[in-house]
């Protein structure tokens, strides 16, 4: 399968602004461009419904129907206030809880005697050389292409004590 990434991804540098997209037809859209599918070049657009508040509207563009594409503004605060679903700042990935449980999960982990590291982003840890886990640090945030320790880190990870507390072993000497 021969893709042209150059014609599929040519509106990614117009990613988490404010478009304007005439389609067949004669019909224009109009949102914050969220999406561009990089096998398709199908868009998502997202804007804020005019009916109710604090509801989003999306919109899926296919590729084929685009004839043109128009930055009508760029990326700003406003974004922020006009969809609030899309920018969620509640979901700091370096909060205190997330902290607190990234430290809980390696102590579980040592006791557990599974290998891990952090990721090279540094949010995240990989268990086993094979399952990744990330902030919130729960059972369903592990991604891996292994089943098997897949499940075994799941149910490890669900099973994590509320509370743990740094055991530091020290040998007597005699």
């Known amino acids: 399968m021969n893709i042209d990434f150059a014609n599929t991804l040519k509106y990614k540098d117009h990613l988490m602004k404010y478009v304007e997209i005439k389609i067949t037809g004669s019909k224009t859209l109009q949102g914050w461009l969220q999406c561009v599918d990089p096998i398709t070049g199908n868009l998502i657009l997202a804007r804020a419904s005019d009916k109710k508040l604090n509801?989003?509207?999306?919109?899926?563009?296919?590729a084929a129907s685009i004839k043109r594409l128009e930055v009508l503004r760029d990326s700003g605060e406003d974004m922020k206030d006009i969809l609030p679903n899309f920018t969620n700042e509640e979901q700091n990935v370096f909060s205190e809880d997330n902290l607190e449980r990234k430290k809980r999960l390696i102590l579980w982990l040592k006791k557990n005697r599974l290998p891990f590291k952090d990721t090279d982003d540094g949010d995240g840890l990989v268990i086993c050389d094979s399952v990744t886990i990330r902030p919130p640090y729960?059972?369903?945030?592990?991604?891996?292409?292994?089943?098997r320790v897949l499940m075994m880190?799941?149910?490890l990870v669900s099973n994590l004590p509320e509370e743990m507390e740094e055991v530091v072993n020290v040998k007597a000497e005699k």
Request: aromatic share 4%.
């Open 153 to 155: 880190v799941q149910k």
């Open 138 to 147: 729960e059972a369903e945030n592990c991604v891996s292409m292994n089943g």
């Open 55 to 62: 509801e989003d509207i999306i919109v899926f563009v296919t």
